[in-house]
T-cell receptor
Framework: DSGVTQTPKHLITATGQRVTLRCSPRSGDLSVYWYQQSLDQGLQFLIQYYNGEERAKGNILERFSAQQFPDLHSELNLSSLELGDSALYFC???????????????FGEGSRLTVL | LAKTTQPISMDSYEGQEVNITCSHNNIATNDYITWYQQFPSQGPRFIIQGYKTKVTNEVASLFIPADRKSSTLSLPRVSLSDTAVYYCLVAASGSARQLTFGSGTQLTVLP
């Protein structure tokens, strides 16, 4: 158990709809990262938040948005869904103290989104 | 951002040592190298991290040459349960960074 909690685990919806994925980071971790992984594909970085502020942006579509709340949980909002948005969405967290090694992420089990 | 290149796939047999190499030619001075393991439909899991020379833990070793332009993950005596995708990630410490994974290496361990 990584300590990162993602809900829901599975979600089936229709094209054009909007969904919200939720992530609770490990206790004490200030950074949250969102990744998308389509079938048999690698991990595509979407966005990173640090202590409530957006810090880095990757290949995130304009139809997608995210935020990190004061209690450090994060939500990824996906709207006007298309068939191609079907994927596993992972959240990861890290301490990011600004000192010491970089790159150690703790991943949740993912939310599997199916768009029909 | 340091781009990484790994072999797409590798096959091995149970009990053998497996070495997976990652190239990162434009690694920066403050970048660290981290390896992750991912099973199907699960989140990646941290294996090992290093900056230079050699690092060893209970599951793997990481070899990094002096120029740091590549790194090699070594898995001793693999078993069927080591079949997974292995990613190397190159990133600096700090709070603002785009942690982009490469394509990963699918390791298949055969009986």
């Amino acid at each position: 158990d990584s300590g990162v909690t993602q809900t829901p685990k599975h979600l089936i919806t229709a094209t054009g709809q909007r969904v919200t994925l939720r992530c609770s980071p490990r206790s004490g971790d200030l950074s949250v990262y969102w990744y998308q992984q389509s079938l048999d594909q690698g991990l595509q970085f979407l966005i990173q938040y640090y202590n409530g502020e957006e810090r880095a942006k990757g290949n995130i579509l304009e139809r997608f948005s995210a935020q990190q709340f004061p209690d450090l949980h994060s939500e990824l909002n996906l709207s006007s869904l298309e068939l191609g948005d079907s994927a596993l969405y992972f959240c990861a967290s890290s301490v990011i103290s600004g000192r010491g090694p970089g790159g150690e992420l703790f991943f949740g089990e993912g939310s599997r989104l199916t768009v029909l | 951002l340091a781009k990484t290149t790994q072999p797409i796939s590798m096959d091995s047999y149970e009990g053998q040592e497996v070495n997976i190499t990652c190239s990162h030619n434009n690694i920066a001075t403050n970048d660290y190298i981290t390896w992750y393991q991912q099973f199907p439909s699960q989140g990646p899991r941290f294996i090992i991290q290093g900056y230079k020379t050699k690092v060893t833990n209970e599951v793997a070793s990481l070899f990094i040459p002096a120029d740091r332009k590549s790194s090699t993950l070594s898995l001793p005596r693999v078993s069927l349960s080591d079949t997974a995708v292995y990613y190397c990630l190159v990133a600096a410490s700090g709070s603002a960074r785009q942690l982009t994974f490469g394509s990963g290496t699918q390791l298949t361990v055969l009986p």
